[in-house]
């Protein structure tokens, strides 16, 4: 299962963590670090956007997400953190978790 979200929220992380586990799998998080203004204008591209509040409170939580990757430190219930740019995430085609076959 692949869930599209900001991943900045720890109680959806958790609720994730335990939904993966009771499923036999784990979960994995992958973070996409862009500056604010290219975060904007893909929600725009996308016909979204959030309120400044909401925008600055996200990127606070991203920000805490990012310096703990950095530091390898896993967030709670997540078995991998893989980090990526807007250039690795636009070259990016598949995904794939486990050992290779």
């Keep these: 299962m692949v869930v599209h ?59 805490r997400l990012l310096r703990a990757a950095g530091d390898g430190r896993l967030p709670h219930g997540c078995a991998s953190v893989t980090l990526l740019d807007r250039d690795a995430a636009d070259a990016l085609r598949t995904i794939g978790f486990g050992e290779a076959v």
């Design 5 to 63: 979200d900001c991943g900045t929220q720890s109680w959806v992380r958790g609720w994730l963590a335990r939904e993966a586990r009771r499923r036999g799998s784990e979960l994995h998080l992958v973070l996409l670090d862009v500056t604010p203004d290219t975060a904007r204008a893909g929600q725009h591209a996308r016909g979204r956007g959030v309120s400044a509040y909401a925008f600055a409170r996200h990127r606070r939580a991203v920000g």
